[in-house]
């Protein structure tokens, strides 16, 4: 699996700026491809990690049910004291995995990829003002030096695949590619056009998709032949992308929003790729989904997509008109479907029957793995707390396989269990829509990611 993600620039103004808005983005992993699915799904768990202070989850990869790594940070409020998170899931427990030999340390982490159990990347942000990239395995990660990044560099997503890593993000403005050929190898950095890119996937050795958004509309890179050249996408003014995944050379889907109206509200975008161009998809609900009361969103944000690599796929993001619910949408076929996640535990006392209604669930990112989806993000209570969460989704009660159970299990974890469920599955992402100039220059919570070059223009 791969992604990567975003950095700050040195000045604490740009510092509070990037904790504004987020990218949602997400990268798409090679390694989110698998080929069993089952026919329906349902909401199987909600939990929470242990993090010190507000803590939020932005990204989350899979290799099989006992091998599932995600990433984050914790005390996200506090600008000093901000530490990006890595965490592995076995099977039994959730460990987290430090990084060796590093002073300056790492803040916010944004993106995961895996190789394999041994080749795990990690991107971010490093407290010496430069993006922060990491290799490693369940035995520790060890900082990767990049000579051309540049304090200001931003990262967002990282994809890998054997023989080929690849982070993007920005640079001055500009959409920024970074490409490596693996472990051990140099790296090589390119800057493309106006804008950010949020999102990376790879669907071979040489080729893979990168998106983001201009400030006004989509905007999409190829990688094609060891070169990265712009994509010619349909007229979607006031759109962005945050996340994409390759299927094959010949399949890919994106996902991101559509800004509606004065008023700010934001339609869901999904774009599919058939070999020869993209297209807009409208996505439609079945009569199975309408029956049971799950019509889709007009207004939605989709964060973070996978896919099991033999046609269907997940999406995961937010919903205004169910802001407390975990929120996913899964394609099978032609059909879409809402699948709603359980009210998260509760870290502490619940809330007041007066405050129930303003918790906001984001769910920042998806991975998939035979018999068991997981999503990622965090819950913002009604005082301003964040709180990482795990969204687990996988077959009906009876209908599990046994990889479904293996993800499932309730053995002890290396961190405390959450109330009413098996110990925590952990991931970090946190990133947020982009938020217009006038908004964002209001707003006091903290940016999971680095603000849209929409949020600026706009």
């Known amino acids: 699996m791969t992604r990567r993600r975003k950095r700050c620039a040195a000045p604490l103004c740009v510092l509070f700026a990037g904790l504004l808005a987020g990218h949602l983005l997400r990268a798409t992993s090679v390694a989110h491809a698998h080929t069993h699915v089952q026919p329906d799904e349902v909401a199987q768990g909600a939990s929470t990690g242990r993090f ?10 899979g290799l099989s049910a006992k091998d599932i790594w995600a990433v984050g940070q914790q005390n996200v409020w506090d600008t000093w004291r901000n530490r990006g998170v890595i965490t592995h899931w076995n099977g039994v427990s959730w460990t987290d995995v430090a990084i060796r030999g590093d002073a300056t340390g790492a803040g ?37 030096d990049v000579p051309q990044f540049r304090v200001g560099d931003w990262l967002g997503a990282v994809a890998a695949s054997p023989g080929r890593v690849v982070s993007v993000g920005s640079r001055g403005g500009r959409a920024f590619m970074a490409v490596s050929g693996g472990v051990g190898k140099g790296w090589t950095t390119r800057s493309g056009p106006d804008g950010v890119i949020y999102g990376v996937a790879l669907a071979g050795k040489s080729d893979g998709w990168a ?37 094959s050379r010949k399949r890919a889907i994106a996902v991101g929003g559509v800004y509606e109206g004065d008023d700010d509200t934001i339609a869901p975008l999904v774009l599919r790729w058939d070999g ?46 169910h802001p407390a619910e975990g929120f996913l949408l899964r394609r099978s076929g032609s059909r879409w479907t809402v699948i709603r996640g359980q009210a998260p535990p ?11 209604g303003e918790r906001t669930v984001r769910l920042q990112a998806v991975a998939h793995v035979p018999g068991l989806t997981v999503a990622v993000g965090h819950v913002l209570d009604a005082k301003g707390h964040y709180t990482d969460l795990v969204e687990r989704f996988g077959p009906p009660s009876g209908h599990a396989d046994q990889a479904g159970r293996a993800g ?15 110990s ?14 006038a908004t964002a220059a209001k707003t006091t919570q903290p940016s999971i990611d680095q603000p849209s070059i929409a949020a600026s223009k706009r």
């Open 52 to 61: 010190a202070g507000d803590a939020s989850l932005s990204d989350v990869a």
């Open 276 to 321: 020869k161009k993209w297209s807009r998809e409208r996505p439609r609900s079945g009569g199975k989904a309408r029956s049971r009361g799950k019509t889709l969103p007009g207004q939605a944000e989709l964060y973070g997509v996978t896919g099991d690599g033999d046609g269907t796929f997940w999406a995961a993001g937010y919903d205004p008109a």
């Open 211 to 247: 998106v983001g958004d201009s400030g006004t509309r989509p905007l999409m890179m190829r990688l094609s032949g060891g070169r990265w050249k712009p994509v010619d996408l349909p007229e979607i003014k006031g759109g962005f992308l945050r996340d994409v995944y390759a299927q």
């Open 424 to 437: 925590p599955m952990r991931t970090t992402r946190v990133t947020k829509p982009p938020m217009k100039a």
């Open 346 to 356: 509760q870290k502490e006392a619940p809330p007041q029957k007066e405050d129930a």
């Open 108 to 144: 916010h982490l944004r993106s995961v990829a895996a190789v394999s159990p041994s080749e795990i990347w990690v991107v971010g942000d490093g407290h010496d003002g430069l993006p922060y990239v990491a290799k490693g395995s369940p035995g520790g990660f060890d900082r990767v």
């Open 408 to 422: 499932h299990t309730t053995a002890p974890s290396s961190h405390p269990e959450s109330v009413g469920g098996p």
